[in-house]
Protein backbone atom coordinates (compact mmCIF):
# COMPACT_ATOMS: atom_id res chain seq x y z
CA UNK A 1 0.00 0.00 0.00
CA UNK A 2 2.70 2.65 0.77
CA UNK A 3 3.61 2.73 -2.68
CA UNK A 4 0.41 2.34 -4.44
CA UNK A 5 -0.21 5.88 -2.34
CA UNK A 6 3.01 7.59 -4.61
CA UNK A 7 1.87 5.92 -7.70
CA UNK A 8 -1.90 7.56 -6.91
CA UNK A 9 -0.34 11.13 -5.78
CA UNK A 10 1.73 10.62 -9.01
CA UNK A 11 -0.72 12.56 -11.18
CA UNK A 12 -1.75 14.85 -9.21
CA UNK A 13 1.72 16.24 -8.52
CA UNK A 14 1.97 16.20 -12.27
CA UNK A 15 -1.17 18.72 -12.61
CA UNK A 16 -0.19 20.74 -9.57
CA UNK A 17 2.66 22.19 -11.23
CA UNK A 18 1.69 21.53 -14.88
CA UNK A 19 -1.12 24.37 -14.08
CA UNK A 20 1.68 26.89 -12.62
CA UNK A 21 4.04 26.29 -15.07
CA UNK A 22 1.93 26.57 -18.46
CA UNK A 23 1.64 30.38 -17.60
CA UNK A 24 5.32 31.01 -17.29
CA UNK A 25 5.71 29.21 -20.68
CA UNK A 26 2.79 30.96 -22.70
CA UNK A 27 3.65 34.52 -21.56
CA UNK A 28 3.85 36.21 -25.16
CA UNK A 29 0.09 34.54 -26.05
CA UNK A 30 -1.46 35.34 -22.74
CA UNK A 31 0.02 39.25 -22.86
CA UNK A 32 -0.76 39.80 -26.61
CA UNK A 33 -3.99 38.85 -25.74
CA UNK A 34 -4.73 40.35 -22.67
CA UNK A 35 -3.25 43.70 -22.86
CA UNK A 36 -3.93 45.16 -19.99
CA UNK A 37 -1.21 42.85 -18.62
CA UNK A 38 1.08 45.68 -20.15
CA UNK A 39 4.95 45.49 -18.44
CA UNK A 40 7.07 42.76 -17.08
CA UNK A 41 6.93 44.14 -13.99
CA UNK A 42 2.94 43.81 -13.54
CA UNK A 43 3.74 39.92 -15.07
CA UNK A 44 6.05 39.51 -12.14
CA UNK A 45 3.30 40.82 -9.87
CA UNK A 46 1.11 38.05 -11.54
CA UNK A 47 3.52 35.02 -10.88
CA UNK A 48 4.47 36.65 -7.39
CA UNK A 49 0.82 37.09 -6.42
CA UNK A 50 -0.32 33.55 -7.03
CA UNK A 51 2.89 32.64 -4.67
CA UNK A 52 2.45 35.35 -1.79
CA UNK A 53 -1.18 33.90 -1.42
CA UNK A 54 -0.18 30.23 -1.67
CA UNK A 55 2.35 30.40 0.83
CA UNK A 56 0.36 32.52 3.58
CA UNK A 57 -1.83 29.62 3.18
CA UNK A 58 0.37 26.62 3.31
CA UNK A 59 0.46 26.43 7.05
CA UNK A 60 -3.50 26.63 7.31
CA UNK A 61 -3.69 23.75 4.69
CA UNK A 62 -0.71 21.46 6.75
CA UNK A 63 -2.28 22.47 10.41
CA UNK A 64 -6.12 21.03 8.87
CA UNK A 65 -3.91 17.85 7.12
CA UNK A 66 -2.84 17.44 10.81
CA UNK A 67 -5.55 17.53 12.77
CA UNK A 68 -8.21 16.07 10.71
CA UNK A 69 -7.39 14.09 7.15
CA UNK A 70 -4.79 14.39 4.57
CA UNK A 71 -6.67 12.24 2.10
CA UNK A 72 -9.78 14.72 2.44
CA UNK A 73 -7.29 17.52 2.21
CA UNK A 74 -5.28 16.69 -0.88
CA UNK A 75 -8.62 15.15 -2.89
CA UNK A 76 -10.54 18.86 -2.12
CA UNK A 77 -7.49 20.98 -3.47
CA UNK A 78 -7.24 18.86 -6.47
CA UNK A 79 -11.05 19.40 -7.52
CA UNK A 80 -10.74 23.36 -6.31
CA UNK A 81 -7.60 24.28 -8.20
CA UNK A 82 -8.27 21.97 -11.37
CA UNK A 83 -11.29 24.25 -11.17
CA UNK A 84 -9.71 27.47 -10.90
CA UNK A 85 -7.35 25.91 -14.03
CA UNK A 86 -10.32 26.24 -16.00
CA UNK A 87 -11.93 29.07 -15.28
CA UNK A 88 -8.21 30.73 -16.20
CA UNK A 89 -8.97 29.82 -19.48
CA UNK A 90 -11.89 31.95 -19.21
CA UNK A 91 -10.45 35.37 -18.55
CA UNK A 92 -10.20 38.67 -20.20
CA UNK A 93 -8.74 41.23 -18.23
CA UNK A 94 -5.53 41.46 -15.90
CA UNK A 95 -7.65 42.13 -12.75
CA UNK A 96 -9.57 38.58 -14.07
CA UNK A 97 -6.43 36.66 -14.22
CA UNK A 98 -4.99 37.80 -10.31
CA UNK A 99 -8.19 36.82 -9.35
CA UNK A 100 -7.91 33.53 -11.32
CA UNK A 101 -4.19 33.22 -9.87
CA UNK A 102 -4.95 34.01 -6.10
CA UNK A 103 -7.94 31.26 -6.14
CA UNK A 104 -5.60 28.75 -7.75
CA UNK A 105 -2.72 29.65 -4.86
CA UNK A 106 -5.69 29.12 -2.46
CA UNK A 107 -6.31 25.89 -3.34
CA UNK A 108 -3.42 24.54 -4.28
CA UNK A 109 -2.07 25.30 -0.84
CA UNK A 110 -3.35 22.59 0.75
CA UNK A 111 -1.89 20.10 -1.29
CA UNK A 112 1.84 19.67 -0.78
CA UNK A 113 2.35 19.49 2.82
CA UNK A 114 -0.75 16.85 3.40
CA UNK A 115 0.82 15.00 0.29
CA UNK A 116 4.28 14.51 1.67
CA UNK A 117 2.99 14.22 5.24
CA UNK A 118 1.12 11.30 3.93
CA UNK A 119 3.68 9.68 2.08
CA UNK A 120 6.12 9.93 5.16
CA UNK A 121 3.22 8.20 7.16
CA UNK A 122 3.49 5.07 4.73
CA UNK A 123 7.37 4.97 4.35
CA UNK A 124 8.58 5.40 8.04
CA UNK A 125 12.38 4.69 7.51
CA UNK A 126 14.22 2.55 4.62
CA UNK A 127 13.01 3.82 1.93
CA UNK A 128 11.62 7.48 2.60
CA UNK A 129 13.58 9.67 0.56
CA UNK A 130 13.06 7.66 -2.49
CA UNK A 131 9.45 7.61 -2.00
CA UNK A 132 9.45 11.27 -1.90
CA UNK A 133 12.16 11.86 -4.40
CA UNK A 134 9.21 9.51 -6.49
CA UNK A 135 6.71 11.88 -5.87
CA UNK A 136 8.99 14.97 -6.67
CA UNK A 137 9.42 13.48 -9.92
CA UNK A 138 5.60 13.61 -11.04
CA UNK A 139 6.53 17.34 -10.13
CA UNK A 140 9.45 17.92 -12.35
CA UNK A 141 6.90 16.08 -15.17
CA UNK A 142 4.53 18.59 -14.75
CA UNK A 143 7.30 21.26 -14.79
CA UNK A 144 8.33 19.75 -18.52
CA UNK A 145 4.69 19.04 -19.50
CA UNK A 146 4.23 22.94 -18.97
CA UNK A 147 7.25 23.70 -20.73
CA UNK A 148 5.74 22.78 -23.95
CA UNK A 149 2.58 24.84 -23.22
CA UNK A 150 4.55 27.40 -25.65
CA UNK A 151 3.78 25.30 -28.52
CA UNK A 152 0.49 24.68 -27.45
CA UNK A 153 0.04 28.73 -27.36
CA UNK A 154 1.28 29.30 -30.79
CA UNK A 155 -0.99 26.52 -32.10
CA UNK A 156 -3.91 28.25 -33.82
CA UNK A 157 -6.15 25.46 -33.92
CA UNK A 158 -5.68 25.28 -29.79
CA UNK A 159 -3.76 28.36 -28.03
CA UNK A 160 -2.95 29.46 -24.36
CA UNK A 161 -7.44 28.92 -23.36
CA UNK A 162 -7.45 25.21 -24.36
CA UNK A 163 -4.40 24.37 -22.66
CA UNK A 164 -6.17 25.66 -19.28
CA UNK A 165 -9.43 24.11 -20.03
CA UNK A 166 -8.40 20.25 -20.91
CA UNK A 167 -5.69 20.36 -17.76
CA UNK A 168 -9.08 21.70 -15.32
CA UNK A 169 -10.94 18.85 -16.49
CA UNK A 170 -8.58 16.39 -16.21
CA UNK A 171 -7.97 17.03 -12.87
CA UNK A 172 -11.88 17.76 -11.87
CA UNK A 173 -11.90 14.56 -13.42
CA UNK A 174 -9.20 12.02 -11.37
CA UNK A 175 -10.41 14.17 -7.94
CA UNK A 176 -13.69 11.21 -7.47
CA UNK A 177 -11.43 8.25 -8.07
CA UNK A 178 -8.93 9.36 -5.99
CA UNK A 179 -11.20 9.83 -3.12
CA UNK A 180 -12.45 6.50 -3.10
CA UNK A 181 -8.84 5.12 -3.93
CA UNK A 182 -6.53 6.92 -1.29
CA UNK A 183 -6.54 6.18 2.59
CA UNK A 184 -5.20 7.59 5.52
CA UNK A 185 -1.97 5.28 6.68
CA UNK A 186 -2.58 2.80 9.38
CA UNK A 187 -1.13 4.35 12.33
CA UNK A 188 -3.51 7.42 11.40
CA UNK A 189 -6.75 5.52 11.32
CA UNK A 190 -8.81 6.26 14.23
CA UNK A 191 -7.87 9.73 15.07
CA UNK A 192 -5.07 9.04 17.96
CA UNK A 193 -1.56 9.82 15.86
CA UNK A 194 -3.39 12.91 14.92
CA UNK A 195 -1.74 15.85 16.41
CA UNK A 196 -3.71 17.96 19.50
CA UNK A 197 -3.56 21.11 20.90
CA UNK A 198 -3.97 24.82 19.92
CA UNK A 199 -2.14 26.51 16.69
CA UNK A 200 -0.65 28.22 18.65
CA UNK A 201 0.75 26.05 21.22
CA UNK A 202 2.30 23.98 17.57
CA UNK A 203 3.73 27.46 16.10
CA UNK A 204 6.11 27.72 19.67
CA UNK A 205 7.39 24.35 19.40
CA UNK A 206 8.02 24.38 15.79
CA UNK A 207 9.76 28.30 16.16
CA UNK A 208 11.65 27.19 19.38
CA UNK A 209 13.35 24.24 17.36
CA UNK A 210 16.29 26.07 16.33
CA UNK A 211 17.17 22.76 13.43
CA UNK A 212 13.98 23.72 12.10
CA UNK A 213 14.42 27.53 12.03
CA UNK A 214 17.32 26.39 10.18
CA UNK A 215 15.76 23.89 7.57
CA UNK A 216 13.20 26.83 7.16
CA UNK A 217 15.91 29.45 5.72
CA UNK A 218 17.93 26.47 3.73
CA UNK A 219 14.66 25.80 2.31
CA UNK A 220 14.02 28.93 0.97
CA UNK A 221 17.26 30.78 0.25
CA UNK A 222 17.52 28.17 -2.73
CA UNK A 223 13.68 29.07 -3.54
CA UNK A 224 14.82 32.85 -4.55
CA UNK A 225 16.73 31.23 -7.62
CA UNK A 226 14.70 28.43 -8.35
CA UNK A 227 11.36 29.96 -8.76
CA UNK A 228 13.72 33.00 -10.95
CA UNK A 229 14.62 30.25 -13.24
CA UNK A 230 11.23 27.79 -13.03
CA UNK A 231 8.97 31.29 -13.96
CA UNK A 232 11.53 33.51 -16.03
CA UNK A 233 14.05 30.93 -18.14
CA UNK A 234 11.84 30.99 -20.99
CA UNK A 235 11.41 34.50 -21.26
CA UNK A 236 15.04 34.86 -20.50
CA UNK A 237 15.69 32.01 -23.23
CA UNK A 238 13.51 33.47 -26.09
CA UNK A 239 14.96 37.30 -25.12
CA UNK A 240 19.27 36.61 -25.06
CA UNK A 241 19.16 33.79 -28.09
CA UNK A 242 15.75 35.35 -30.15
CA UNK A 243 14.31 31.79 -29.69
CA UNK A 244 10.59 30.73 -30.63
CA UNK A 245 8.39 30.86 -27.69
CA UNK A 246 7.96 26.98 -27.91
CA UNK A 247 11.50 26.22 -28.29
CA UNK A 248 12.27 28.68 -25.49
CA UNK A 249 10.02 27.03 -22.95
CA UNK A 250 10.88 23.40 -24.12
CA UNK A 251 14.94 24.07 -23.02
CA UNK A 252 13.67 26.05 -20.18
CA UNK A 253 12.01 23.57 -18.73
CA UNK A 254 12.92 19.88 -20.21
CA UNK A 255 16.84 20.44 -19.57
CA UNK A 256 16.36 20.99 -15.50
CA UNK A 257 13.15 18.94 -15.03
CA UNK A 258 14.69 15.68 -16.68
CA UNK A 259 18.02 16.57 -15.00
CA UNK A 260 15.76 16.53 -11.56
CA UNK A 261 14.18 13.57 -12.41
CA UNK A 262 17.82 11.58 -12.64
CA UNK A 263 18.99 13.75 -9.24
CA UNK A 264 15.85 12.69 -7.35
CA UNK A 265 16.53 9.24 -8.52
CA UNK A 266 20.36 9.54 -7.21
CA UNK A 267 19.45 11.56 -4.10
CA UNK A 268 16.90 9.58 -3.23
CA UNK A 269 19.24 5.75 -3.24
CA UNK A 270 21.82 7.87 -1.81
CA UNK A 271 19.86 9.28 1.42
CA UNK A 272 18.22 6.30 2.01
CA UNK A 273 21.43 4.29 1.81
CA UNK A 274 23.94 6.99 3.61
CA UNK A 275 21.35 6.65 6.60
CA UNK A 276 22.14 3.23 7.24
CA UNK A 277 25.64 3.91 8.64
CA UNK A 278 24.83 7.95 9.66
CA UNK A 279 21.70 10.04 11.00
CA UNK A 280 23.29 12.86 9.22
CA UNK A 281 22.76 10.89 5.46
CA UNK A 282 19.73 12.94 4.48
CA UNK A 283 21.60 16.09 5.45
CA UNK A 284 24.71 15.41 3.85
CA UNK A 285 22.79 14.02 0.39
CA UNK A 286 21.29 17.30 0.63
CA UNK A 287 24.00 19.53 0.97
CA UNK A 288 26.20 17.86 -1.92
CA UNK A 289 23.41 19.07 -3.92
CA UNK A 290 23.35 22.48 -2.98
CA UNK A 291 26.64 22.19 -3.69
CA UNK A 292 26.01 21.29 -7.54
CA UNK A 293 23.57 24.49 -7.51
CA UNK A 294 26.04 27.21 -6.56
CA UNK A 295 27.85 26.68 -10.11
CA UNK A 296 25.16 26.11 -12.27
CA UNK A 297 23.01 30.10 -10.67
CA UNK A 298 26.09 31.41 -11.65
CA UNK A 299 26.54 29.85 -15.18
CA UNK A 300 22.82 30.27 -16.34
CA UNK A 301 23.13 33.81 -15.76
CA UNK A 302 26.34 34.40 -17.29
CA UNK A 303 26.82 31.75 -19.79
CA UNK A 304 26.99 33.35 -24.10
CA UNK A 305 25.33 30.13 -25.92
CA UNK A 306 22.36 28.19 -25.48
CA UNK A 307 23.97 24.89 -25.35
CA UNK A 308 26.31 26.31 -22.61
CA UNK A 309 22.82 27.55 -20.57
CA UNK A 310 21.64 24.23 -21.03
CA UNK A 311 24.19 22.39 -19.45
CA UNK A 312 23.97 24.74 -16.33
CA UNK A 313 20.36 24.48 -16.46
CA UNK A 314 20.76 20.47 -16.32
CA UNK A 315 23.32 20.81 -13.66
CA UNK A 316 20.84 23.04 -11.99
CA UNK A 317 18.69 20.15 -11.80
CA UNK A 318 20.44 17.35 -10.63
CA UNK A 319 21.38 19.04 -7.72
CA UNK A 320 17.62 20.40 -7.04
CA UNK A 321 16.59 16.46 -7.27
CA UNK A 322 19.08 15.79 -4.38
CA UNK A 323 17.63 18.88 -2.87
CA UNK A 324 13.83 18.63 -3.23
CA UNK A 325 13.72 15.13 -2.30
CA UNK A 326 15.12 15.26 1.05
CA UNK A 327 13.37 18.72 2.68
CA UNK A 328 10.47 16.38 4.32
CA UNK A 329 12.67 13.27 5.25
CA UNK A 330 15.29 15.96 7.00
CA UNK A 331 12.22 17.79 8.77
CA UNK A 332 10.67 14.35 9.63
CA UNK A 333 14.28 13.82 11.78
CA UNK A 334 13.72 17.25 13.71
CA UNK A 335 9.89 17.54 14.25
CA UNK A 336 7.34 14.87 15.57
CA UNK A 337 5.32 12.96 13.18
CA UNK A 338 1.85 14.68 14.29
CA UNK A 339 3.61 18.49 13.37
CA UNK A 340 5.16 17.38 9.51
CA UNK A 341 2.45 18.65 7.56
CA UNK A 342 1.88 22.23 9.72
CA UNK A 343 6.05 22.16 9.33
CA UNK A 344 5.80 21.86 5.90
CA UNK A 345 3.30 24.30 5.17
CA UNK A 346 5.29 26.92 7.48
CA UNK A 347 8.36 25.92 5.09
CA UNK A 348 5.98 27.14 2.19
CA UNK A 349 5.15 30.07 3.74
CA UNK A 350 8.78 31.43 4.08
CA UNK A 351 9.76 29.99 0.91
CA UNK A 352 7.14 30.88 -1.58
CA UNK A 353 6.99 34.55 -0.59
CA UNK A 354 10.30 35.35 -0.70
CA UNK A 355 9.54 33.59 -3.99
CA UNK A 356 6.81 35.55 -5.10
CA UNK A 357 9.51 38.62 -4.50
CA UNK A 358 11.75 37.16 -6.62
CA UNK A 359 9.59 36.64 -9.10
CA UNK A 360 8.13 40.75 -8.69
CA UNK A 361 11.75 41.75 -8.34
CA UNK A 362 13.21 39.82 -11.03
CA UNK A 363 10.32 41.45 -13.56
CA UNK A 364 11.16 45.02 -12.24
CA UNK A 365 15.18 44.50 -12.62
CA UNK A 366 14.41 43.07 -16.72
CA UNK A 367 12.32 46.74 -16.77
CA UNK A 368 15.23 48.56 -15.30
CA UNK A 369 17.66 46.63 -17.78
CA UNK A 370 19.66 45.21 -14.60
CA UNK A 371 22.35 42.76 -16.21
CA UNK A 372 21.77 38.65 -15.52
CA UNK A 373 25.35 38.11 -14.26
CA UNK A 374 24.98 40.21 -11.65
CA UNK A 375 21.46 38.87 -10.80
CA UNK A 376 22.28 35.56 -10.88
CA UNK A 377 25.88 35.90 -9.00
CA UNK A 378 24.09 37.64 -5.91
CA UNK A 379 21.61 34.51 -6.25
CA UNK A 380 24.55 31.98 -6.27
CA UNK A 381 26.35 33.84 -3.59
CA UNK A 382 22.89 33.01 -1.58
CA UNK A 383 23.07 29.44 -2.20
CA UNK A 384 27.14 29.10 -0.47
CA UNK A 385 25.67 29.97 2.67
CA UNK A 386 22.61 27.73 2.20
CA UNK A 387 25.31 24.94 2.19
CA UNK A 388 26.52 25.94 5.72
CA UNK A 389 22.87 26.38 7.16
CA UNK A 390 21.98 22.80 6.42
CA UNK A 391 24.95 21.01 8.03
CA UNK A 392 24.44 22.72 11.24
CA UNK A 393 20.55 20.97 11.43
CA UNK A 394 21.07 18.23 14.18
CA UNK A 395 18.42 15.32 13.75
CA UNK A 396 16.93 13.93 16.96
CA UNK A 397 17.78 10.70 17.33
CA UNK A 398 14.41 9.42 19.47
CA UNK A 399 12.37 10.46 16.51
CA UNK A 400 14.61 7.84 14.48
CA UNK A 401 14.50 5.19 17.13
CA UNK A 402 10.01 5.96 17.79
CA UNK A 403 9.57 4.98 13.92
CA UNK A 404 11.55 2.02 13.95
CA UNK A 405 9.83 0.39 16.67
CA UNK A 406 6.92 1.06 15.29
Partial sequence: MAWFVVILLWP????NYLDRQMMATMKTSVMADIPTI????????????????????????????????????????????SAVTWWTGQVTTY??????RSLMGISEAFYIPAALALITDYHTGPTRSQAVGLH????????????????????????????FVTAG????????????????????????AKATGSPAISLIELLSNISFLLLVLYFTLPALAGWVVRDWMP????????????KAGMVATLSPQAAAIVGALIGGW?????????????????????????????????????????????????????????????????????????????????SISCGGLADWGYGRLR??????????????????????LVLLIRPRPELLKQEEGK
Fill in 136 to 163: QMAIYCGVIAGGFGGYVADSPMLGWRFA
Fill in 95 to 100: SELLVA
Fill in 169 to 192: LLGMGYALPLLLLLHEAPQRSGSP
Fill in 367 to 388: DLEVPDPLIFGVFASIGVLSIV
Fill in 38 to 81: GTNENWGFMLGQFKWVYAFLSPVGGYLADRLSRRYTICGSLFVW
Fill in 235 to 246: AILKDRFELPQG
Fill in 12 to 15: VGLL
Fill in 270 to 350: LADRWMRHHIRGRIFTSAIGMSLIVPAIFGMGSAGTLAFTACFLILFGIGWGFFDGNNMPILCQIVRPELRATGYGLMNLV
